[in-house]
């Protein structure tokens, strides 16, 4: 018998992760492809983002939006 068990709250989903911002996984998908998204766990196939990396990857995404680097997603380039 196969028992659901929640994913632990120390890690994200990709998807529980870009509910939980409210950005579109094409957006995650692109930010990642330019090196701006938060560090993966992978295991297998299966995709994981700890609590850790995404406090890291907040305060590094704060930081780029007071500074002068812009990000692009349509485009999917960072600009300096």
């Known amino acids: 018998m196969y028992n ?3 994913v632990s709250a120390a890690s994200y989903t990709v ?8 950005i579109g996984r094409t957006t995650y998908f692109k930010i990642r492809k330019v090196g701006l998204g938060p560090k993966e766990v992978r295991v297998g196939k299966l995709i994981r983002i700890t609590l850790e990396a995404e406090r890291e990857w907040v305060c590094r995404m704060q930081g780029a939006g007071s500074s002068t680097e812009a990000v692009n997603f ?3 380039t960072v600009e300096n």
């Not at 529980?16 to 409210?22: K, V």
């Open 4 to 6: 659901h068990i929640p």
């Open 15 to 22: 998807q529980q992760f870009c509910d939980h911002h409210q």
């Open 74 to 76: 349509n485009a999917a």
